[in-house]
């Protein structure tokens, strides 16, 4: 597909957005009460002076690049505004947002609301986030002849494959941007193998991110109605893995006296359907949405709120990365393993294959190869708590290492962007 085939597919599409949103609405995957931002509307005014945009996807993408745009915003000049697309992303940043930043959802990706967003904001240069690469809004972007960038560029074996079998579009999007800033040398190839001009290796920006935050009285609560229980937590998870999680339970709490699983989907408005599988299988399932406290008998604390991984991730020491058992691609093991929590991960994690290689290497993570083996390392290390410490230990070591110098060899190479957009 060209540039040109897409942008007249989306423009023949765009009449039925307003359906899409409706039907996302009922979904749970909408703000109702933003849908105009994802039509390039809003209610707010641009802000006086300089504009950089910044486009994340999602939750990771998202708290990878806050340090990188309080440093921008730091400076008293420039202005940041930060569009996302999921509704996750928004809560998880409205109580980060630093000074100087705004928020939006990013429009669809269709002409019309493409330039009204950008008639709205007029932005002095752009900023993309890893692979989040929609060829109208990038394509209109640089129309206006603003100055884009792509910030911790990534891409996995079957994304660099579906470029490729799109060379035309991929030069469009991809050879358009003035810098890429990559984590990796081979992540440099790829983008440099579809037409990126100019690759910056400057480390993984998140690296750079801080631990999650928790609001104190929330956690001095849970800890105490949780007390001496030994804790582990299967989070980020996706379909199935919260059954296999509760199994997990089921076994282990046979050499584990008074254990407590803490499960924290990826999507909590699968809350419901998870409760009724665990409960299906006779285990007691307290509910963080409800307001509910673990009590003696309860098996699966469910942490079913958007924002507060840093409060869950505190309630334990052992700590398995979700989808990387039975989906494919991992999520990012760093905020556990900023706080010092032994991470353990399963055979998946593409997304994250570097980190997650040398957190095994270094003895701050277990890869395990099925839900048996997992289940097995979960009993094993819920006995031995100096163990969980050593590997907890570890794992903090090494992604404190890892951040040094990373952002301000990302901010180095943008600055040339960053003031001819001024």
């Known amino acids: 597909m060209t540039a040109s085939l897409y942008r007249l597919a989306t423009t023949t599409l765009e009449p039925l957005v307003p359906l899409l949103l409706a039907r996302r609405v009922r979904q749970r995957k909408e703000d109702p009460g933003r849908l105009g931002e994802r039509l390039g509307r809003s209610?707010?005014?641009?802000?006086?002076?300089?504009?950089?945009?910044?486009?994340?996807?999602?939750?990771?993408e998202t708290l990878s690049v806050l340090p990188l745009v309080e440093r921008i915003a730091g400076s008293g000049h420039t202005s940041v505004l930060i569009t996302t697309?999921?509704?996750?992303?928004?809560?998880?940043?409205?109580?980060?947002?630093?000074?100087?930043?705004l928020h939006q959802y990013a429009p669809f990706d269709v002409p019309g609301a493409v330039r009204r967003f950008l008639d709205r904001w007029r932005p002095d240069a752009a900023l993309w986030v890893e692979s989040e690469l929609w060829p109208n809004m990038l394509c209109e972007t640089r129309k206006r002849r603003v100055p884009t960038a792509l910030v911790n560029g990534r891409l996995s074996d079957r994304s660099f494959a579906r470029w490729r079998r799109l060379p035309s579009l991929g030069r469009t999007v991809i050879g358009g941007f003035v810098t890429v800033l990559v984590g990796s040398e081979g992540d440099g190839r790829r983008f440099s193998s579809l037409g990126a001009a100019r690759i910056e290796?400057?480390?993984?920006l998140k690296a750079t991110a801080r631990p999650p935050a928790a609001e104190p009285r929330d956690l001095a609560r849970l800890r105490r109605a949780i007390?001496?229980?030994?804790?582990?937590?299967?989070?980020?998870t996706h379909e199935g893995e919260e059954d296999l999680a509760g199994d997990i339970h089921r076994r282990a709490r046979r050499s584990v006296d008074g254990m407590l699983t803490v499960i924290v989907p990826r999507h909590p408005e699968r809350a419901d359907a998870i409760e009724a599988v665990l409960e299906a299988g006779g285990l007691e399932v307290a509910r963080r949405s409800r307001g509910d406290l673990p009590r003696g008998?309860?098996?699966?604390?469910?942490g079913d709120t958007f924002g507060e991984m840093g409060?869950?991730?505190r309630l334990g020491r052992l700590v398995f990365i979700g989808k990387s058992m039975l989906h494919e691609g991992g999520h990012n093991p760093r905020e556990a393993a900023l706080l010092g929590n032994a991470v353990l991960f399963g055979p998946r994690m593409e997304n994250f294959a570097g980190i997650a290689r040398r957190l095994v290497e270094t003895?701050?993570?277990i890869e395990t190869a099925d839900g048996r083996e997992l289940g097995d390392h979960v009993a094993r290390l819920l006995r031995d708590d100096g163990a969980c410490r050593r590997i907890g230990a570890q794992a903090r070591a090494l992604v404190g290492s890892e951040a040094s110098g990373v952002l301000d060899r990302a901010l180095t190479a943008l600055r040339p962007l960053?003031?001819?957009g001024r």
Request: charged share 10%.
């Open 85 to 101: 697309m999921t509704t996750s992303a928004a809560a998880v940043l409205a109580p980060r947002l630093p000074q100087r930043c």
């Open 43 to 60: 209610a707010l005014a641009r802000p006086e002076g300089a504009l950089v945009w910044v486009h994340a996807a999602s939750v990771g």
């Open 227 to 236: 007390g001496p229980r030994p804790v582990w937590l299967a989070v980020s």
């Open 311 to 313: 409060l869950y991730l």
């Open 363 to 365: 003895g701050g993570a």
């Open 201 to 204: 290796v400057t480390g993984d």
């Open 418 to 420: 960053l003031e001819a």
């Open 297 to 302: 008998g309860t098996d699966i604390y469910l």
